[in-house]
């Protein structure tokens, strides 16, 4: 089964950490050099034809940056490249399916990593047999790196060593992937990522064929529902007024920059806080939701498509939470790559109607809503994206959904949603009210 190895690594001198900023953006650079001739194929004037793109001279730019690089990396970023570039059109397939529901969102090619005046995003790929990782005491990561950077360094075998922070969730492993490398701007870090595939025998839990839903909401994240009776909810008002915040603060430096501007170093960091903040806190959100699903034995996840909700939400606050904040597409694809390392299986499907259907009589026109609270002439009152998340899920599911425990609560602060509090702080992880339990027919809603 494929697994992932996630961590922080440090340059063991200050020549070391050149190499290898050096080294990334080098990477980075030809990336973009090899995504603009195939870019270039792609929009030419015979027509948006597909199998354009392979015609692109990319094999010229090996040689270019083989240097620094060396020709492994090399090979492995124009490969990465061609990866994404098939996503590509596997999605824009599946888009124009019309019997395809998974894809609501016009694809985009494959984008850029920045450019040299405005800053690249320093990322990096390294084939599996150019590099190896020694787990222990003092673990350490070492790359092979271009015959330009080798007198830079002082390492051993012409390879980059670097220091590994923390401890692997998967030390022992039977065969390693391509490994990525980047710097993470918000907390100033580089970080690794490694897959790996390990034995099955590795996993304490079996998979059994237990479902959850997810229902994405504008100031709850996330309310998930599964079939063994547990609920989720993941609050989100505090991460978008942050996102917010910085937003204004984006808007009002480019209000003052001088005529002929439309940007600078200030804003630009802004744009990258904003957004490594949100995708820290959707990473983290994915990681705690499907360890705990993986624990209870679910192995599908149902979530609804983008359109389902921009349709039923229309304010353009609540579409700049969706849309913009939330950054749908990239959380799926996140939540995807996260359950596969469960084994867990990550399907779209359409919600529509379920954030006003009542689960008690099944109305959908005479419910009402009001904040977090769904309402219904009929009797029913409860907590709406709960509510939805469950209704969706007895769509899609055959299975029996049992009886609803009380639904836990988790708030962000800054690292994690496990519910560990800061020194001094009260915990994050909560339970909802206790009228949350069904009674008498009846979904109580609970504080969020």
């Not at 049992?402 to 800054?414: I, L």
Request: aromatic content about 8%.
């Amino acid at each position: 089964m494929k697994r992932t190895n996630t961590f922080a690594v440090r340059p063991l001198s200050e020549d070391g950490e050149h190499v290898l900023r050096e080294l990334l953006d080098a990477s980075a650079a030809l990336w973009n050099e090899v995504n603009y001739q195939r870019l270039m194929r792609y929009n030419d004037e015979d027509g948006f034809e597909d199998e354009d793109v392979w015609d692109a001279d990319t094999g010229r730019l090996e040689g270019k940056y083989k240097g620094v690089l060396g020709a492994s990396t090399t090979q492995t970023v124009r490969r990465a490249n061609s990866e994404a570039w098939r996503g590509f059109f596997k999605t824009k397939k599946k888009y124009h399916d019309d019997s395809e529901t998974s894809v609501t969102e016009h694809p985009e090619p494959p984008g850029f990593r920045g450019n040299e005046d405005d800053g690249r995003v320093l990322k990096g790929v390294i084939r599996k047999d150019a590099y190896s990782v020694e787990w222990g005491g003092r673990s350490r990561l070492e790359i092979v790196v271009g015959e330009a950077l080798r007198d830079k360094h002082n390492s051993r075998k012409s390879r980059l060593r670097l220091e590994i922070v923390g401890n692997p969730n998967w030390p022992d492993y039977d065969e390693q992937s391509r490994l990525e490398l980047w710097y993470d701007e918000t907390d100033s870090t580089f970080r690794a990522s490694q897959p790996v595939t390990v034995s099955d025998d590795v996993r304490d839990t079996p998979l059994a064929d237990e479902t959850a839903a997810l229902d994405i909401g504008a100031n709850n994240l996330v309310a998930c529902t599964t079939t063994t009776g547990e609920q989720y909810l993941y609050e989100g008002r505090e991460l978008f007024n942050r996102f917010r915040e910085a937003t204004r603060e984006i808007g009002r430096l480019q209000s003052i920059l001088e005529d002929g501007r439309y940007s600078s170093e200030r804003i630009r960091r802004l744009y990258q806080k904003r957004t490594r903040r949100r995708d820290h806190a959707q990473e983290a959100l994915c990681r705690d939701l499907l360890e705990r699903l993986y624990a209870e034995g679910v192995d599908t996840v149902y979530i609804g498509g983008l359109t389902d909700i921009l349709d039923t939400h229309w304010s353009v606050e609540t579409n700049a939470k969706t849309h913009n904040f939330w950054s749908f597409k990239k959380f799926t694809k996140r939540l995807v790559c996260t359950a596969e390392e469960y084994g867990i299986s990550v399907e779209v499907r359409s919600e529509a109607w379920t954030s006003q259907e009542c689960p008690q009589c099944g109305s959908t026109d005479r419910t009402t809503r009001h904040q977090d609270t769904l309402t219904c002439p009929c009797g029913f009152e409860g907590h709406a994206d709960l509510t939805a998340s469950e209704t969706f899920l007895e769509r899609h599911t055959e299975k029996a959904v049992r009886p609803m425990a009380r639904p836990v609560r988790f708030e962000w602060d800054d690292h994690n949603w496990s519910g560990i509090p800061h020194p001094h702080e009260s915990p994050k992880e909560q339970r909802t009210d206790p009228s949350t339990v069904h009674s008498d027919g009846n979904v109580a809603f609970g504080d969020s």
